[in-house]
């Protein structure tokens, strides 16, 4: 549809309220590719009333690397609707229109978007004139002063259509408005905006890159993991493969934890109500908890409508702490024995919408990789510091670098202290303290007030992707609420009691996540001492089973893990099988490897290939599978 059926008043050809010279908002805070993105937004809102005038717009702002625009729409769209879209806003973009500002007064405002039938900007503008908010309008006018669009908005924008950089048009979603379930549905189309299109399409490859690496895909590819909807979403159902990645990865923590000094301890999944009030998760960790069952009674008594003689309310554990804390709290310790450093793989279980969830990154049940160490007010500095040695040792051993971990120093809100556990005396040393051990360990960290624990301090060590998302792995955090709600005693030097401190620390977050960014990180071709399979034995035809089956044996008894491929498929198909499970080494083996007691091995990272004893090999690939 041609733009002249857009309404004239949407369109804003009625401009003797406004301002007709360009925005002079005087924001310098916004970088000019916000602005760019913002204004793309708008751009869209208008592409998109030239296609559909009975369109109703929901909001618009700019994202990272992007912008979207949330419509409601005559019909579904499809992805053939965005080349389309992109057409008309590169249209709009070459028309170089102004962007031009108008503030209205409240009545005027609901007026003129009544008028044009926008509801959800009627709604958005009662709420800020009931805020004392002013109403602002931005035009697209053109060279001649004829006004194509406008729409209520608090900008900022560029000066003109003409100087928005580059941009695509990339998906479509469905987004509910103001993000409530109980609103309607409306259509989310997403872009992307840079200011140069090299770097547009620098990005574009990037995402190509996401996408071959994402561990969702490589998941089912190499037949590590699914999840079903019949067990549930956001439970994890890890394949054979997949479990025996899950067992290095935790053979490794196990072995590192005990060399420095951790014991190990274990935990029930579920906890009593009493124990959850007690540790003040069931007021301030609430919305991330599911409710409680009723332990004092069968299914079968519930299902027949009786009631519980006495009632026992349970709840699946969403944290490892309060555990840790009655195991300590079992006998009084002395000061002698301090500190304790338990540390468990756990699983836990966190509410999470639906829509929130994401393959390994975001899940419903988890397995904490966690550790609390209860100490004294003395000890504090140095274990902090051992923690911090301990994450970054882990971090380089798993193949990250100082490039992909930023750190951000977590601390309370000042302005909002109901959120927190705890008073401002042992807010105000667990915070310096952080502080001082962060800068004297080197730590290049970022300040974000409001994000710490509920009950205390932290220091959040977030991994970034291959797209340069963050997800929060390690977490150190300084706790010295639980020790007084729990009455956490021991016995100090003079024979008195003393409240111990505690540290909460992760090193993976969570398995499931840890593995999933690792997934990602290599692309799926895990180096030897990870590779689920490590070696793949190839045999020519049948005739030479025998021979690769004892070099498997072999191989098996030194602890490398093989898998034999001697089916009647072809040669290339079993190398090409071998290839897309990405595993480490292949060891091709005929009539010549048998004889002469030798295997033809390919490298699958280097695509080097060599002949060579199968002991030479055999010692090669033990020494080379140890960490």
């Known amino acids: 549809m041609s733009e002249d059926k857009i309404d004239s008043r949407l369109r804003g050809n009625d401009t003797k309220s406004g301002n007709d010279s360009p925005e002079e908002n005087g924001n310098d805070s916004v970088s000019e590719v916000e602005r760019m993105r913002h204004s793309c937004s708008h751009i869209l809102a208008q592409a ?46 070459k028309q170089n229109q ?38 602002s309008f931005y035009e697209n006018v053109m060279p001649d002063g004829k006004a194509m669009f406008v729409d209520m ?33 409306l259509q989310r189309i997403y872009g992307l905006c840079f200011e140069t299109q090299a770097e547009l399409d620098d990005h574009l490859k990037m995402i190509e890159e996401a996408k071959k690496r994402d561990h969702r895909k490589l998941g089912q590819e190499l037949d590590l993991f699914h999840i079903d909807d019949k067990v549930g979403a956001g439970l994890v159902l ?39 009030e007690t540790s003040g998760h069931w007021g301030f960790y609430n919305e991330s908890m599911y409710p409680p069952m009723e332990a004092g009674q069968s299914l079968s008594e519930q299902q ?39 540390a468990e793989t756990g699983t836990v279980y966190r509410f999470e919408k639906t829509g929130q969830l994401s393959g390994l990154t975001r899940v419903r049940g988890f397995t904490q990789d966690d550790a609390h160490i209860i100490l004294t007010k003395e000890q504090v500095k140095d274990e902090l510091k051992k923690v911090i040695d301990f994450i970054l040792f882990m971090f380089k051993a798993f193949g990250f670098d100082e490039k992909t971990v930023n750190i951000y120093l977590s601390l309370r809100d000042p302005e909002n202290k109901q959120k927190y556990a705890g008073g401002d005396e042992g807010w105000d040393f667990t915070e310096k303290v952080l502080r001082e051990v962060a800068v004297e360990s080197g730590l290049n960290f970022t300040e974000e007030k409001g994000e710490a624990a509920f009950y205390g301090p932290k220091l959040d060590f977030k991994l970034k992707d ?55 990180n290599y692309a799926g071709a895990f180096p030897l001492w990870l590779a689920p399979v490590q070696v793949a034995i190839l045999s020519v035809s049948e005739k ?45 083996v005929g009539e010549k490897e048998m004889t002469e007691k030798t295997v033809t091995a390919r490298d ?8 060579m004893k199968t002991s030479e090999f055999l010692e090669k690939v033990v020494k080379e599978s140890k960490v």
């Open 466 to 520: 291959v797209l340069g998302r963050e997800w929060q792995c390690s977490t150190l955090q300084f706790d010295f609420n639980l020790p007084e709600k729990f009455d956490m005693k021991f016995i100090n030097q003079e024979g008195q009691e003393e409240r111990p401190y505690m540290l909460h620390r992760a090193l993976f977050g969570s398995f499931e996540r840890f593995i999933g960014l690792l997934i990602e």
């Open 238 to 276: 890890w394949h054979p493969k997949g479990a025996i990645l899950w067992r290095v990865i935790e053979d490794f923590w196990y072995r590192q934890h005990l060399k420095n000094g951790y014991e190990l301890v274990r935990s029930p999944h579920i906890g009593n109500r009493i124990l959850w």
């Open 544 to 588: 030479y089973s025998d021979y690769a089956k004892k070099i498997a044996e072999s191989l098996k008894e030194s602890e490398i893990r093989v898998e034999l491929y001697d089916s009647n498929d072809t040669l290339g198909k079993k190398i090409r099988t071998a290839e897309m499970q990405k595993i480490p080494y292949m060891l091709v």
């Open 98 to 135: 102004k962007f031009v500002r108008r503030d209205d007064d409240g009545k005027r405002a609901i007026e003129f978007l009544e008028e044009t039938g926008q509801k959800y900007k009627v709604e958005l503008a009662k709420e800020y004139i009931e805020a004392g908010e002013t109403i």
């Open 604 to 611: 699958y990272a280097t695509k080097n290939q060599v002949e």
């Open 48 to 93: 998109v009333l030239s296609m559909f005038p009975e369109a109703k717009l929901g909001i618009g702002p700019s994202i990272e690397n992007g912008f979207y625009y949330d419509f409601e729409l005559p019909r579904t769209l499809i992805p053939e609707d965005l080349p389309l879209l992109e057409k008309k806003m590169k249209q709009i973009v």
């Open 153 to 185: 908005c608090e900008g900022p924008h560029t000066e003109s259509t003409g100087k928005v950089g580059a941009f695509k048009l990339t998906h479509i979603a469905g987004a509910y408005w103001r993000g409530d379930s109980n609103n309607p549905m």
């Open 304 to 342: 027949e409508g009786k009631k519980a003689e006495i009632s026992e309310q349970y709840l699946l554990k969403p944290m490892n702490c309060p555990f840790h804390v009655q195991i300590y709290n079992n006998k009084l310790h002395s000061y002698r024995e301090l500190p304790f450093r338990w």
